[in-house]
């Protein structure tokens, strides 16, 4: 059993491109900062989000972050990660700070499944699973979001970076065989 933090607070920040969200992660990581959830979503996931879930989310790549701590701790964490964040072009963070809010916003996480049936209906999904060195994430990551749209597939891409490891969801129509053949030769 472990008690309640004092203090919980979560966030959603964009970023202009992926390599700036998971170099964001990177240097929070390599800096030590103590994170409860640090979480990578793709634009193409935005978008699953934004069809399945009603959000408004910017369709840009975006990290969920959640912060535990004490209230100064929290405060002096989300500063932190804040200026990283700035410093890589990232915009201010969507706070989530009351209970419900929170729920609400790892809800639409929890359902990234669902929300990425909603990008192609009615196709299977072949999934991978990726884990590097937190050194090397921004590059693996934007290699594999290269790989997916130079395949003409549709991949939405997430994970829970702050541990190396990342996800991709490839759709694939069961009636287009090539299509199978395809993410296959990703995956």
Same mark, same amino acid.
């Given at each position: 059993? /472990?008690? /309640? =933090?004092?203090?919980?607070?979560?966030?959603?920040?964009?970023?202009?491109?992926? &390599?700036?969200?998971?170099?964001?992660?990177?240097?929070?990581? /390599? !800096?030590?900062? =103590?994170?409860?959830?640090?979480?990578?979503?793709?634009?193409?996931?935005?978008? #699953?989000?934004?069809?399945?879930? #009603?959000?408004? !989310?910017?369709?840009?790549?975006?990290?969920?972050?959640?912060?535990?701590?004490?209230?100064?701790?929290? %405060?002096? /964490?989300?500063? &932190?990660?804040?200026?990283?964040?700035?410093?890589?072009?990232?915009?201010?963070?969507?706070?989530?700070? &009351?209970?419900?809010?929170?729920?609400?916003?790892?809800?639409?996480?929890?359902?990234?499944? @669902?929300?990425?049936?909603?990008?192609? =209906?009615?196709?299977?999904?072949?999934?991978?699973?990726?884990?590097?060195?937190?050194?090397?994430?921004?590059?693996?990551?934007?290699?594999?979001?290269?790989?997916?749209?130079?395949?003409?597939?549709?991949?939405? !891409?997430? #994970?829970?970076?702050?541990?190396?490891? @990342?996800?991709?969801?490839?759709?694939?129509?069961?009636?287009? =065989?090539?299509?199978?053949?395809? %993410?296959?030769?990703?995956?």
């Amino acid at each position: 059993l /472990q008690g /309640q =933090p004092e203090a919980v607070a979560a966030a959603t920040c964009a970023f202009p491109d992926i &390599r700036s969200a998971v170099e964001a992660v990177q240097m929070t990581i /390599q !800096m030590g900062l =103590p994170m409860a959830r640090i979480e990578f979503i793709d634009e193409v996931c935005v978008t #699953g989000f934004n069809a399945h879930a #009603g959000a408004s !989310m910017p369709v840009k790549p975006h990290l969920f972050l959640e912060f535990h701590g004490t209230e100064a701790g929290v %405060a002096e /964490q989300a500063e &932190r990660v804040g200026e990283i964040v700035a410093e890589l072009g990232g915009g201010a963070f969507e706070w989530a700070t &009351r209970a419900e809010d929170r729920k609400a916003l790892w809800h639409m996480r929890h359902n990234a499944f @669902y929300a990425q049936k909603a990008l192609k =209906p009615g196709c299977w999904a072949l999934t991978t699973d990726i884990c590097v060195p937190i050194s090397c994430l921004a590059e693996a990551v934007e290699d594999t979001r290269a790989d997916i749209d130079d395949s003409g597939l549709i991949g939405p !891409m997430l #994970g829970h970076v702050g541990d190396g490891s @990342y996800r991709a969801a490839i759709r694939v129509d069961p009636d287009r =065989p090539g299509e199978l053949a395809r %993410a296959k030769d990703l995956a």
